[in-house]
């Protein structure tokens, strides 16, 4: 199925592109506000996350010495800013797709990226919040705040993920809606009934010659049969 203009929720291809509209479009605003939040956890772990005693300069991790906490904010943190602007992109370009299945295949991977990233920033939630509680005050210094900070929206980007992906499953039903309503059953044809020859009438049938009865002749009689 191709050239549906409007489908999964988008204008038909071709149109003129109007920056003012296309910022106010929800998935979009979500979008930015995703980018900005990844961009603030993983600038506050890179800037502030790792930290030094005096007698011991190798750095370390604030979140309870654990180096794999920083590294997992910052590692999600960076592809779902990266992701954010990638699909960004896709918005952009997304009403000049003429194909449908193209759209159906960009949907389906918002949706899946979205859903991903909903679970993997709870689960960086859950992990920063639970090395923080753990963390000892003499092991901090001057990253307090920042580690705050990335716990705090990686908790806003749980919710702003799962709004992207909300807005994805949308666009994704309305698709399939488009698909099944365009869609029509091909009917069976009737086959017309054979016409008969040119130029030719039951009505002026006539029997053929020499195709008549005999008749036996009155008064005659089959001779005996001994």
Wanted: aromatic share 18%.
């Amino acid at each position: 199925m191709e050239g549906g203009g409007g489908a999964y929720g988008a204008a038909k291809a071709g149109g003129a592109f109007d920056l003012v509209r296309f910022v106010q479009q929800p998935q979009v605003l979500a979008r930015i506000v995703s980018a900005v939040f990844a961009l603030i956890v993983f600038a506050c772990l890179v800037g502030d996350g790792y930290s030094s005693l005096a007698e011991d300069p190798q750095l370390y991790c604030i979140f309870n010495r654990n180096g794999d906490a920083c590294r997992y904010g910052i590692g999600i943190g960076v592809l779902a800013f990266l992701a954010c602007i990638f699909f960004f992109m896709v918005d952009v370009y997304f009403p000049q797709i003429s194909n449908t299945t193209d759209r159906k295949y960009l949907v389906l991977a918002d949706l899946g990226f979205s859903g991903l990233w909903t679970f993997l920033w709870f689960i960086g939630f859950c992990f920063l919040t639970n090395q923080w509680s753990w963390t000892r005050a003499e092991d901090v210094f001057i990253g307090a705040d920042s580690a705050r900070a990335a716990i705090t929206f990686s908790f806003f980007s749980i919710f702003s993920w799962a709004l992207l992906l909300t807005f994805a499953y949308k666009r994704y039903k309305m698709g399939v809606e488009d698909f099944v309503q365009s869609y029509a059953d091909p009917s069976p044809e009737v086959s017309a009934p054979y016409s008969s020859y040119p130029n030719i009438s039951h009505e002026s049938y006539q029997q053929p010659p020499f195709m008549h009865t005999a008749e036996a002749p009155e008064g005659y009689q089959p001779p005996p049969v001994y």
